[in-house]
């Protein structure tokens, strides 16, 4: 079993559609992290701003800014912190979230063991 931390993490979830939203922030919730949300990556980075994160849920496909430009500069500015989960549909971005800084990847739909195993992954890198 993959050892959890003992305190909660203060993440971004940056996703535009309203359903995922609330089955991610619940899924957050129940594994015991503090979890704000935004619907592009324009807000996310304006939250990075205002706030330090530990961790960024970043969707793919979403409207203003989409994931990769918006992991990209998250990279450019904050080259280290916050950590960042790709969560998408479409398995063909894989390889470009990496690129762009990403620090791992999963495919919608998500189960709460499988955020939980890559949030404790990257957590303690």
């Not at 990075?48 to 960024?56: H, Q, R």
Request: proline fraction near 5%; glycine fraction near 4%.
């Amino acid at each position: 079993m993959i050892q959890e931390r003992d305190e909660p993490l203060a993440i971004l979830l940056a996703e535009d559609d309203p359903v995922w939203q609330k089955m991610a922030l619940l899924m957050l919730k129940k594994l015991g992290h503090r979890a704000e949300c935004v619907a592009n990556g324009l807000e996310a980075l304006q939250a990075l701003e205002k706030m330090n994160y530990d961790m960024v849920v970043m969707d793919i496909q979403m409207p203003i800014m989409d994931g990769i430009k918006a992991t990209k500069a998250i990279r450019k500015r904050w080259p280290t912190v916050p950590k960042i989960v790709v969560v998408t549909a479409c398995s063909w971005y894989r390889e470009s979230s990496f690129e762009a800084g990403a620090n791992e990847f999963l495919i919608k739909p998500i189960g709460m063991e499988d955020l939980r195993a890559a949030i404790v992954r990257i957590a303690i890198e």
